[in-house]
């Protein structure tokens, strides 16, 4: 009996010594298998890297796609596409009002048209107003930049009454814009404020600069070209009407026998009463939509007068006493047939404006002489990979439309009328 119970445990203690054996072998096996693969920990810890490096890269696309794009460096002062956004408005805001004009009158939009600024660097005759307005917000904002830095150098600074213009020019600045617009355009009050203020210094120091540079312009030199007698102004008043009319293809057509004779018989009426009348400009009286036509005009002696063609009308014209009254006069080359009353046959406004304009160029390029001295001083560049893709006449005009300007015009009109 007890040699059987040791038979039997010995058994048992064989199995269990076996079952061990087979688990241990197990477990080593599995050890090997670990060696020549890939654990859970380490997958797990593979993927996490993974997933941080995705996020990084993603990360630094974002940074890049929302960091805001500079466009302009003055020195240390570094300008992006945000910074432009105000400067870019307020040109395009300006023109944006005649656009529709321009497109029924010229078959181009205002910012086709030729540049009607005067920027310095702008010298095709080619440019357009597009291209002479994004010269000119660079060239400005630059300028801008430079004074305000003369401006501190020199010790400039706002007083009480500059900051309170600046006050009220960022609250009209700001008056009719929603708060999505002023988002969009990258204005606030505390931006604008700043703008202004930096602006406000630097107009200071301009002023107080060109106040000297104009004492150095010599006046007599820079109008010893202008003739008094090309410049001679004959202002006079004017009825008339055509022969001729433009229909919608631009081509020019005679008007009828039947209505240049009713025309006539209108222009002969005019004329008797023009001797008598106590006022030369009202002889038509509230008939508007009479094909006969009123002008109070003037040309000067140089350029002769567009309605007149034929030299020796011309001539009989300027032989005119001041309050004379011509008879009619028809002119086969133009196709206009009229009468002028003479109210001043020897001008001398358009000489002084020409005089004046000259004296303003001479000045303008003194003040251009003195800033190309002070830019040499600064290191400036635009990014053209940003600013070569703007348009101007594209970028805030579907954010603030002609209609929202009408409406912020009318506003304002009926804010100071007191409606």
Excluded: H
């Excluded at 940074?63 to 596409?81: A, G, R």
């Excluded at 004329?271 to 006969?292: E, P, Q, T």
């Amino acid at each position: 009996m007890n040699s059987s119970k040791k038979i039997m445990n010995k058994q048992k203690k064989e199995e269990k010594n076996i079952q061990d054996s087979q688990t241990v072998s197990a477990a080593k096996g599995n050890q090997r298998l670990s060696d020549g693969g890939v654990s859970d920990t380490k997958k797990i810890i593979i993927g996490a890297i993974c997933v941080v490096i995705v996020l990084v890269l993603c990360i630094g696309v974002g940074i890049q796609q929302f960091k805001p794009q500079m466009v302009l460096t003055v020195n240390d002062t570094k300008l992006s596409m945000d910074d432009m956004m105000y400067p870019i408005y307020e040109r395009e805001s300006a023109y944006l009002p005649y656009n529709e004009m321009y497109q029924m009158y010229t078959g181009k939009s205002i910012w086709e048209n030729n540049y009607m600024g005067s920027d310095r660097n702008i010298t095709s005759s080619d440019a357009t107003n597009a291209i002479g307005l994004k010269q000119e917000i660079i060239d400005a904002e630059t300028e801008y930049q430079i004074l305000y830095a003369e401006a501190k150098k020199a010790g400039y600074k706002l007083s009480a009454d500059d900051k309170k213009e600046v006050k009220k020019e960022v609250s009209d600045a700001l008056k009719g814009l929603s708060f999505t617009q002023r988002l969009r355009l990258n204005i606030s009050k505390s931006k604008l404020t700043k703008r202004f203020e930096l602006r406000k210094l630097a107009d200071n120091y301009k002023n107080a600069e060109t106040k000297e540079l104009d004492k150095t312009v010599d006046k007599k030199a820079a109008i010893k070209d202008i003739s008094q007698k090309d410049y001679r102004e004959y202002k006079i008043q004017c009825y008339a009407y055509t022969t001729s009319s433009t229909d919608s293809n631009g081509k020019i057509k005679k008007i009828s026998a039947s209505k240049k004779a009713k025309l006539d018989k209108e222009l002969n009426d005019l004329y008797k009463k023009a001797g008598d009348a106590k006022d030369f400009s009202k002889l038509l009286g509230d008939n508007s939509k009479s094909d006969i036509k009123y002008s109070d005009t003037s040309f000067t002696e140089k350029d002769g007068w567009s309605m007149i063609s034929n030299k020796k009308l011309l001539k009989q014209i300027k032989t005119l006493k001041n309050k004379e009254i011509s008879k009619i006069i028809r002119d086969e080359k133009s196709g206009n047939v009229l009468f002028v009353k003479m109210i001043n046959n020897n001008s001398t406004d358009s000489y002084k404006k020409a005089c004046d304009s000259a004296v303003t160029s001479a000045k303008n390029a003194a003040y251009d002489k003195w800033y190309q001295g002070i830019l040499k001083n600064y290191k400036v560049s635009t990014n053209s990979d940003v600013w070569s893709d703007i348009e101007i006449g594209t970028v805030t005009t579907d954010i603030v439309t002609a209609e929202d300007l009408e409406k912020m015009k009318s506003d304002s009109s009926d804010a100071t009328s007191g409606k």
